[in-house]
Nanobody, 118 residues
Framework: QVQLVESGGGLVQPGGSLRLSCAAS???????MGWYRQAPGKQRELVAS???????NYADSAKGRFTISRDNAKSTVSLQMNSLKPEDTAVYYC?????????????WGQGTQVTVSS
């Protein structure tokens, strides 16, 4: 089992930047890692993900503004968010996912609030 703890959220003005970090309790080298967000009244959505091999994928809303990175040695995943917009306001969750012998296991952090407002 993997425990995930997010940090780095906060209040930022439009156009500003934030860096979210996710620390895992164990090795993440075999996990796909992702950042999701959930705004009030909306479904949780994928923001960015990275495979165990280092490939990355971004939601259209994040392309060109956000960058996901992983450090397997430190068991951390980060999300650099630039040019933030009010619509980026949400709770951001870190996710670890792995499929072993056909069984997929998902682990979630507790979330960190990001508020973009002037």
């Amino acid at each position: 089992q993997v425990q995930l703890v997010e940090s780095g959220g906060g209040l930022v003005q439009p156009g500003g930047s934030l860096r979210l970090s996710c620390a895992a309790s164990g090795s993440i080298s075999t996990y796909a890692m992702g950042w999701y967000r959930q705004a009030p009244g909306k479904q949780r959505e994928l923001v960015a993900s990275t495979t165990s091999g280092g490939g990355t994928n971004y939601a259209d809303s994040a392309k060109g503004r956000f960058t996901i990175s992983r450090d397997n040695a430190k068991s951390t995943v980060s999300l650099q968010m630039n040019s933030l917009k009010p619509e980026d306001t949400a709770v951001y969750y870190c996710n670890a996912k792995r499929t072993v012998l056909g069984i997929t296991r998902d682990y979630w952090g507790q979330g960190t609030q990001v508020t973009v407002s002037s």
